[in-house]
């Protein structure tokens, strides 16, 4: 017994001594799912780059904060014309490259011309669209002029795809990334992960992590095993399946549902046969059980939608009873449209959970009114490829993270090639307007434009399932833009 209750002791101090050693922790490894392609924000669409680098390593003129809103960040004041064109900014003093290379207006200006370039690979370009011109004032002021007045520009500015790159390190970024941030970039162990180091040299408040390891978990058991092991400290985005009540019920960890920017689609090639026609994806919305998706692929945490736009924001309309679930009326469209039998087609999924759980559950809906899907699972730089970039696809499932990005369906080569001429007419008046409630207005004409016109079928809001060790604090409830981050992340005693 004695020997028993000293070895009880013994645990106990054991137990009470790690304890201090975590409350003192500066490190932190966090599982993401998926490996970016590179570490250049400003040159790839993979949000898993922004998950990584978006204000850890880079930062634009503007930031999007965790509620959502417009922050300064390089730039720490504007003033704006009275006509809305011209923006005049006045830049943070003292900031460096993490290469030690000075910050100043020049930087801005080379990084957003780079962006609006002829032969930029930036992928959100249209971000630019509204620039004229770019003038350097001095080192810390900046006057940039639009061709009109743009409502949403100093959003449009704090996007990934808008940070701040120097002109001396700009070409090896997607290797080695140099921002300006509070953390630097330590080392790339592909197939694994990616470590970010405090900057001792940062110009705002400090990191309260020394140090960051961002690693590549896409398997949903692996990642549960790596976090109630203790391997892994924190999963802004934990795919838990039905292990979820297992790890709410511990009380080592905080598990907070938010919501993100991620509207999840089922994107249909619109510009292939027989997809071009309205009666088809007409009768595919309606083949598609959108709560039975939800349950299935979100564990029931997903928001459902019923076009492009989070229901979070302030201009959305409520439209998903536009195609309720109907088989029949499925069936009848399809026989309207000259396939009374049905028809094959593919469906190219990405390798996230959501796509690959929800891709059998449609795959198994649509059999229901002839629809025959031949699943194809793709890695992500496979989907990228051929989804994305070369429109070799007939359906798929991704969730779109990009922030406020319902203008899309205005790009005539974007990959589910939708075209409308009375969409395009709003988009480009909601780009030239700023009264807030002309612009609600207008995003719910928007709205209803493509869900009237089937462009996609619009599955659910995607949720924010974050679950991290119970002394972490600082960790973002809700995901307003494709980001992890760390900038307030901290262990507590």
Known sequence: ????????????????SASAALSSRTDLVLGVVLEPPHLDPTAGAAAAIDEIVYANIYEGLTRIGPGGDILPALAEDWDISDDGRTYTFKLRGGVKFHDGTVFDAADVK??????????????????????????????VSLKITLKQPQGSFLYNMAWGDAVIVAP???????????????????????GSSVTIVKNADYWGEPAGLDRAEFRFIPDAAAAVTALLSGDVQAFPNLQA????????????????????????????????????????????????????VILGATNGYGVPIGSHFSP???????????????????????AEAGYPDGFSATLKLP???????????IASQLREVGINLEIVPMEWAQWLEQVFTNKDYDLTIISHTEPDDINIYARDDYYFDYKSPEFKAVMTELDATADPEKRKELYSQ????????????????L??????????????????IQANDLTSAHWVD
Not at 351 to 361: D, F, N
Request: aromatic content about 8%; proline content about 6%; cysteine-free.
């Open 110 to 139: 080379f990084s957003l011309e780079r962006a609006m370039a002829e032969d930029s690979t930036n992928a959100q370009k249209v971000l630019f669209s509204a620039i004229d011109s770019i003038e350097v004032l001095d080192p």
């Open 312 to 334: 979070a924001n302030p201009a959305y309309v409520d439209l998903t009873a536009t195609y309720p679930y109907d088989v029949e009326r499925a069936k009848a469209l399809l």
């Open 241 to 292: 399946g039905d292990a979820l009540a297992q790890i709410e019920a511990d009380l080592r960890f905080k598990v907070v549902i938010g919501a993100t920017e991620g509207e999840t689609i089922l994107a249909i090639n619109n510009g292939k046969k027989p997809f071009d026609d309205l009666k088809i994806r007409q009768a595919i919305s309606h083949a598609v059980n959108r709560d039975e």
């Open 1 to 16: 017994m004695r020997m028993f209750a000293r070895l009880v002791g013994a645990a106990a101090m054991l137990a009470v």
């Open 351 to 361: 390798p996230p959970p959501y796509a690959r759980l929800g891709g059998e559950i």
């Open 168 to 190: 001396e390190s700009a070409d090896g970024n997607k290797e080695k990334p140099i921002g300006t941030g509070p953390f630097k970039f330590e080392n790339w162990a592909r």
């Open 446 to 461: 928007a709205q209803r434009i493509i869900a009237d016109d089937a462009a996609n079928v619009f599955l659910f809001q």
């Open 463 to 480: 949720p924010k399932i974050g679950v991290w060790d119970a002394k972490i604090e600082g960790m973002w409830e809700n995901m307003p």
